[in-house]
Structures are given as structure tokens and as C-alpha cells.
């Protein structure tokens, strides 16, 4: 077989020559490389079933070519969907969109084989495998069965028929809430009526009303007309400096009756996607959705959750009661109607104005202390103490896709290399896309021929670019931003796990994930560290200790409220998917009433119905997982709290817990149970402690 592809391009091992991967080369040479797998696939699993035949099934026989057309797979794609959101163009997007469906049936393809399927269950019988292969491969199996390989062929016509069909309805509710979202809008033309708005928002507002009209040829910032809509910047603005009451109110009605009547009503929709989702479940012998989703999650039951979320909920409500109280009588005395209560239009509003008088913190005017450098500096050696390992600058090494993208080496204590980085910290609205993220470029592997790869990670950040005069100052999101991406990479980087399958973040449970991420975060409010970061680029002075205090009052400011809010989501989520039999002739509408009434400070009004655009559960992945924000917030939170309690000036204590951190579960990653290496770490199970200290609420006896 001679496929004649540029070997030059797909190289399918090693660093990508990202300038090489024009859309017109990609277009010519990428269906080579799906043509080449689909052979190779059809291959595998004919000599599988030779293998089977003959009984020589091992670990090396099945699992290295399974890993080795996966890694082929993941590489290939992944350079070009790295490049589609680093560096995009019309040409790329389309050949991307081009192939996507491809690349899914592969997968499809792969995850679905009877044969495959087949011949792990045989390796699992047949083999005395080390734990961490025996984990491997029963995720492997689970995952196949969870996507119905198992069931007998009528069975499993169902399931495809509930599979399309959940695929189709979750669409529909996504087109639904951008259509009840996008239709709905007010012309503004009083000025009482953007009274308080910053004028960032009156221009958002007065550039949308010129496309509106389309013959207003000048945008009017300061006389109109201004076009208010449901878009979160706006909504979300307007609800927080509007001193209007009347528009917040007809506001707010519109924003939580959004997708709930007439032609874009979810009801119906939920109905449906509910009822399958419970079908579905039971054709895999599990008795709810939540069940079925908890199975592959570090949570493992319903009851562990709903522990956990009770152990946060009632301080959040008493945090969030007194907040309220206390919010009140700040709004009374600075005016509002003592014969009235605030109302959840008023909530936002109000809260801004205390937290101006309160904190009077201005995030934008502490950036001249956060320029990049000094920030990777104070990153780096914050990592270089508590892990025992060097970062080093490596530019020029290592191929790159934008002249201000870095490259970065990491060193352990005897100085040897052992991961590599990316970082493209600045935001470039013209062919990048928004957020920021860690994915993974190479991932640690030990081939058959006893080939090392080293890990390599991409950190893509969106932050302020330089300018002409000043370097990237950043604003302390953007920092806290970048300590949680490196947290993520320190997992795919750190690894010592040299099957592929397990290494880094690879296997590790969807709700353990953002433990290091969040954990990184931490730092950022650890005196020490910020304010050895925290430079004025100019004159080199530490940032003032009463703006560091600011920024921690911030982080806790409201939080019962916000807490409590997450809670609500995710109970609702979670028991919406479990099939309570307390719940059995009640609609979701009247479910979430329920929940609400000791998950909520202010009682949802009658227009409230947000499960119509909780795209979350009904059009993301996240259906009976939304707790995992908290949960994972509980892990990082309680892992942090070894180093405080061990008193975060003692560098030497500090090094030896940061060593046991990296050791567990930066070295681990997914190849124990996370549960297992929590423990190994913590010495014990997770508690809800320290994020109930951190978040400042006193815990209820
Ligand atoms: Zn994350």
C-alpha cells in the first residue's frame, strides 16, 4: 500500500511545522491521512481476530497499535483544529468544517467496533494487568458499552433512535434560547432611561442601534438612540448600573422567561429530553440519567453529591440571608422605598453601588503592576519552589504559528528536560478565538520501540497586547487567568505516567479535572506571592498592601449569594436526572420551584423559567454533572489548605508539601482512581471546609 503522503506535513510525531499547514495543503493531504486510517483500522481488526483465534492476546498485541492509530489520529487533528482556533482564517474554517464530520465518524468508528470490543473484554479476562492498564481498560470498556455496544440489536436500535433524536432536540433548545434571545429588544431614546450606564455600554448599546436602524449614519453615544437587548454584556450591564427600576424589571422579566412560549417554548423540548435520557439510561441497566453520568465520574453516586452540596448550601444560605439583609438596609439608606423589599431586578443594581462604596477597588487602574514578565517570573518561581523544577526560556526552538507566540522548557532538579510549553498569552480578535485554555500538543508516550516523547502543551491566553509604549500589562483576572491554565499544563507536563492513554489529564475523571487549575489558583491570593509578582512596571514599586486586601474582599464579596445560586443549579440539574419518586407527578417547572425554596434568598417570580435556557444540562454536557464547578472547587480548595495550614511563610514545609502535591496528583494524573490519589496527597477524604472558610461563611452546626 502507497498512499504517497507528504511526510513532511503529517508527521505525526514531534513538534508540527505549523507554517506549512496551509488550508490548501491540509485540503490536499488530510483525507490521505483518514483514508490511511480507515485502512489501518480495518487491519487492526482483522488481525484482532486472528489474535483471538489464536489466543495471543496481550496488552502490547491489542492496546500499542489501539494507542498508536488514536495518537495518529489525535496529532493530525489536532494541529489543524489548534491552528482553527489560534489562527484562523475563511479558507481554514471552511476545510476544518469540512472534515469535522469526517474525524467524528473515525472516532465513531473506533469507539463502536464489536470486534475491538470483543477483544478488550477478552484482554480483561484473560490478563493479570497492572492496575493502572486494568483502570485503563475498563474506562475503554465502559465508555464502548455507554455508548450501547453491548445491547442486543433491537435494543440498540433504540438506542441510536433516542441518541439521534437527543442530538436533534438539544439543537432545537440551542436555536431556541439564541432566538428568544436575539428577538427580543427595546429602542431606547431618553436619556432617564440609560441613566448610570458607563459609557463603554451607552457605545455597545448606541453601535447596536445604528445597525438596527442601518440609516443612522453616526453613532450617538451621549444622545442616542440606543438599542437595549437580552446579549449577556448588555443584559448583564444594564442590570448592574441601570438606575432605571422600571426598565430593569421589564428587563429581568424578559431575560428569565426567555425561551418559555410561543414559537421558541423549550417546555416541551425538556419534556422529551428528560424522558429519553431515562430510556436511555435503563437500556444500559442503570436506574437514572445520574446514575448512568456518575458512573465514569470521580463522584461516583448521587448520595455523594447531594452530601457535598448540602454541606455547602446551608452556610451559603445564611451567608446569602445576611447578605440580602444587609444589602437592604444599605439600599434604604441610600434611599430606596423603606415600605418596599429589593427585588431580583434590584439585587445586581445595589450590590454594585456597595461594593463601589465598600471596596472601592478599580481593577483597571492596578495593571500598570501586572506586566507579563514579571508575572511569568513570579509564576515560574513560585512552581520552581513548590515542584523542584526550572522553567526556561526557549524561543527560536521550536516552530511557532504567531511572531508573539512563546516557547518555553521544563527542567527537573538535575537539570534534565522533561516537558516543553506553549504560551500565546495575547488576545487577537482577527483569527483567534476568545477564553483561554490548555490542550495538550504532545502527550508523554513510550512507544513499542521504546521511543520517549516528552509532554508538550499549549497555553493560549487572551489578554491585553502591548502597545507602542507599554508592555502587556495585565488586569488581575488575566493573572489569575494564566495561573490556572499552567495548572492544567503542570498536569499534562509533570506526568511520570508513560502510557498515553492515563498520562497527564488523559483518563482523569471530568470532575477532578479542574483540581490543579483551580488549585494554581489559590496562589494568586497568597500574600507572599502576589506581592513579590506585583511591580509597578515603571517605577518597580510593590503593589500597596491596602489594593492586595481590596482584591481579597472582592474575591469573597457576595458570596453566600453567588455560592448559593451554583447550588441551585446543580441540585436542580442533578435531580431532575434521578428519578426521584418524591418528584414523580411534578414538571421540571415545578421541581425547580421546589428546590428553590431552600436554595434561594429571593423566591423565583412567576415568569421565572430559566430551565428553558439552562443550555448547560439540555444543550452542553453538562446534564447531572453541574455540580463538578463545586465539587472540584471543594478539592482544590481543601488541597491548598494543607499548605495553609502548614503556614504558607515556612518555605521549607511549603517545598516538602508542594514536592507530595506534584508526586500524587500532578505525577499521577489519570491512572488511579482521583478519589485514591486525593488521599495519597491529603491524607485523607476531601472536606468542605476550607472553600466554606475561603469563601468566608461560617459553617452551620
Ligand atoms: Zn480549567
Redesign the pocket.
Given at each position: 500500500m502507497n498512499l504517497s503522503i507528504d511526510n513532511s506535513l503529517f508527521t505525526c510525531k514531534g513538534l508540527p511545522d505549523f507554517e506549512k499547514f496551509t488550508p490548501g495543503k491540509i485540503n490536499n493531504d488530510f483525507p490521505k491521512i483518514i483514508e490511511k486510517l480507515n485502512l489501518d483500522f480495518k487491519n487492526i481488526e482483522s488481525t484482532f481476530t486472528t489474535y483471538l483465534e489464536s489466543n495471543k492476546i496481550s496488552w502490547d498485541n491489542i492496546m500499542n497499535p489501539l494507542s498508536e492509530i488514536n495518537e495518529e489520529l489525535r496529532w493530525s487533528w489536532g494541529v489543524i483544529s489548534h491552528l482553527n482556533s489560534v489562527n484562523n482564517s475563511e479558507e481554514l474554517r471552511d476545510v476544518y468544517s469540512k472534515f469535522l464530520p469526517q474525524v467524528i465518524n473515525l472516532g465513531n468508528k473506533f469507539g463502536q467496533s464489536k470486534n475491538i470490543y470483543n477483544v478488550l473484554k477478552k484482554l480483561r479476562e484473560n490478563n493479570n494487568l497492572s492496575t493502572i492498564k486494568n483502570r485503563i481498560l475498563d474506562k475503554e470498556i465502559t465508555a464502548m458499552e455507554h455508548s450501547g455496544i453491548s445491547l442486543n440489536s433491537e435494543e440498540q436500535k433504540e438506542y441510536n433512535r433516542f441518541s439521534e433524536r437527543l442530538g436533534e432536540l438539544s439543537t432545537k433548545f440551542s436555536n431556541n434560547v439564541l432566538d428568544a434571545t436575539n428577538s427580543w429588544f427595546l429602542i431606547l431614546k431618553e436619556k432617564s432611561q440609560v441613566d448610570g450606564l458607563p459609557e463603554r455600554v451607552l457605545e455597545l448599546m448606541a453601535l447596536s442601534a445604528q445597525k438596527h436602524f442601518k440609516n443612522i449614519d453616526k453613532v450617538n453615544i451621549k444622545n442616542g438612540p440606543w438599542k437595549l437587548t437580552l446579549d449577556i454584556p448588555t443584559y448583564t450591564a444594564f442590570m448592574n448600573y441601570a438606575s432605571n427600576r422600571e426598565l430593569r424589571e421589564l428587563l429581568y422579566k424578559a431575560f428569565v422567561s426567555r425561551a418559555s412560549q410561543d414559537e421558541n417554548d423549550n417546555t416541551e423540548i425538556i419534556d422529551e429530553i428528560l424522558l429519553l435520557r431515562k430510556k436511555q439510561a435503563k437500556l444500559l441497566g442503570y436506574n437514572s440519567w445520574a446514575e448512568l453520568s456518575l458512573s465514569t465520574k470521580m463522584a461516583s453516586k448521587i448520595e455523594n453529591v447531594e452530601r457535598l452540596l448540602e454541606e455547602l448550601r446551608s452556610p451559603a444560605l445564611e451567608a446569602a440571608e445576611n447578605e440580602l439583609l444587609f444589602l437592604n438596609n444599605f439600599a434604604y439608606q441610600k434611599g430606596f422605598n423603606k415600605n418596599e423589599k429589593l427585588k431580583p431586578w434590584d439585587i445586581s443594581f445595589w450590590s454594585e453601588l456597595l461594593r463601589k462604596e465598600k471596596l472601592n477597588l478599580d481593577q483597571e487602574a492596578l495593571r500598570p503592576w501586572f506586566p507579563l514578565n514579571d508575572v511569568l517570573k513570579g509564576l515560574f518561581n513560585l512552581s520552581e519552589k513548590l515542584f523542584e523544577i526550572t522553567v526556561v526560556e526557549a524561543n527560536g526552538e521550536a516552530p511557532i504559528w504567531n511572531k508573539d507566540v512563546l516557547f518555553f522548557n521544563i527542567l527537573d532538579s538535575e537539570k534534565t528536560k522533561i516537558a516543553s510549553f506553549y504560551l500565546d498569552p495575547f488576545s487577537r480578535p482577527e483569527n483567534k478565538r476568545g477564553g483561554?485554555?490548555?490542550d495538550e500538543c504532545l502527550s508523554k508516550n513510550k512507544n513499542s520501540l521504546g521511543e520517549e516523547t516528552i509532554p508538550v502543551a499549549y497555553l493560549v491566553c487572551n489578554q491585553t497586547p502591548p502597545s507602542n509604549d507599554k508592555p502587556s500589562l495585565m488586569s488581575f483576572d488575566e493573572v489569575q487567568t494564566l495561573f490556572?491554565?499552567f495548572?492544567?499544563g503542570l498536569q499534562h507536563m509533570l506526568t511520570k505516567i508513560d502510557l498515553p492513554q492515563a498520562a497527564g489529564i488523559n483518563n482523569v475523571e471530568w470532575d477532578a479535572?479542574?483540581l490543579p487549575?483551580?488549585f494554581m489558583e489559590n496562589w494568586c491570593f497568597d500574600k507572599n506571592t502576589l506581592l513579590n509578582i506585583a511591580k509597578h512596571w515603571q517605577t518597580g514599586e510593590t503593589l500597596p498592601e491596602e489594593d492586595y486586601e481590596k482584591l481579597c474582599s472582592n474575591r469573597t464579596f457576595h458570596g453566600g449569594m453567588a455560592t448559593l445560586r451554583q447550588i441551585h443549579f446543580a441540585i436542580t440539574d442533578l435531580r431532575l436526572h434521578s428519578n426521584l419518586s418524591s418528584y414523580k407527578n411534578k414538571s421540571p417547572y415545578e421541581i425547580r420551584k421546589d428546590i428553590a425554596k431552600d436554595t434561594t434568598v429571593l423566591d423565583p417570580i412567576e415568569e421565572d423559567n430559566f430551565l428553558c435556557c439552562f443550555s448547560h444540562i439540555f444543550a452542553g454536557g453538562y446534564s447531572a454533572g453541574y455540580y463538578s464547578y463545586k465539587w472540584a472547587e471543594v478539592l482544590s480548595a481543601d488541597a491548598f489548605s494543607m499548605f495553609e495550614e502548614a503556614g504558607l511563610e515556612n518555605d521549607k514545609i511549603i517545598k516538602n508539601i508542594g514536592k507530595k502535591f506534584r508526586d500524587t496528583i500532578l505525577s499521577q494524573g489519570g491512572s488511579l482512581p482521583p478519589l485514591e490519589i486525593f488521599k495519597s496527597f491529603r491524607g485523607r477524604e476531601p472536606q468542605t471546609d476550607p472553600l466554606i472558610r475561603h469563601l468566608g461563611f461560617t459553617k452551620a452546626n
Open positions: 483561554a485554555w490548555m490556572h491554565e495548572g492544567h479535572v479542574e487549575s483551580q
